[in-house]
T-cell receptor
Framework: DQQVKQNSPSLSVQEGRISILNCDYT??????FLWYKKYPAEGPTFLIS?????DKNEDGRFTVFLNKSAKHLSLHIVPSQPGDSAVYFC????????????FGQGTRLTINP | DSGVTQTPKHLITATGQRVTLRCSPR?????VYWYQQSLDQGLQFLIQ???????AKGNILERFSAQQFPDLHSELNLSSLELGDSALYFC?????????????FGEGSRLTVL
């Protein structure tokens, strides 16, 4: 049972344009959502998060949007830069109870010059 | 550099064997998490320790076990290895038992079972 899904294995975007990565979840008990970024041969690094009491969180070029009714979140990167090329993982958790992140399969983002 | 150290980085072994993966958390972090990433899959939560005690368990096989030592480093033991155990094993740490989910990951240990 894949509770967090990233349906696009890969995405290619031109430098300077907007990158939009999508994530869907099925468990309505999730109340905290995160995006991690992973470069080859490195571990995932935290990028941005959002609580279920918000519908948007912005940090520089990165914005995460949460649509609770649709159980959908997205990460917007604008403008996209070559250094943004990486695998992006969406993750979800419940603040109460066992603290374990549930990850999506990841989306490989390639920014083309 | 996340501050989390994992050894070995790469390990090749045969089916039926046993291996131990080691993790040193960031200085001061009491929680250690283990995750498994198989080919083209997301990270699957295995187990969490906090200050030496098991706190949460995921889909960890009975052939796998872990522990956290008094110096807070952790070891993941994988026994009776099967081909399907080939994966990247990540360790992550955080300062508290319960947190917002922001974890600091090591670079991973790549296990290949032949």
């Amino acid at each position: 049972d894949q509770q967090v899904k990233q349906n696009s294995p890969s995405l290619s975007v031109q430098e300077g344009r907007i990158s939009i990565l999508n994530c869907d979840y099925t468990n309505s008990m999730f109340d905290y959502f995160l995006w991690y970024k992973k470069y080859p041969a490195e571990g995932p690094t935290f990028l941005i998060s959002i609580s279920s009491i918000k519908d948007k969180n912005e940090d520089g070029r990165f914005t995460v949007f949460l649509n609770k009714s649709a159980k959908h979140l997205s990460l917007h990167i604008v403008p996209s830069q070559p250094g943004d090329s990486a695998v992006y993982f969406c993750a979800a958790s419940r603040r109460q109870g066992a603290q374990k992140l549930v990850f999506g399969q990841g989306t490989r983002l390639t920014i083309n010059p | 550099d996340s501050g989390v150290t994992q050894t070995p980085k790469h390990l090749i072994t045969a089916t039926g064997q046993r291996v131990t993966l080691r993790c040193s958390p960031r200085s001061g972090d009491l929680s250690v998490y283990w995750y498994q990433q198989s080919l083209d899959q997301g990270l699957q939560f295995l187990i969490q320790y906090y200050n030496g005690e098991e706190r949460a368990k995921g889909n960890i096989l009975e052939r796998f076990s872990a522990q956290q030592f008094p110096d807070l480093h952790s070891e993941l033991n994988l026994s009776s290895l099967e081909l399907g155990d080939s994966a990247l094993y990540f360790c992550a740490s955080s300062p508290r038992q319960q947190n917002t989910g922001e974890l600091f990951f090591g670079e991973g240990s790549r296990l290949t079972v032949l």
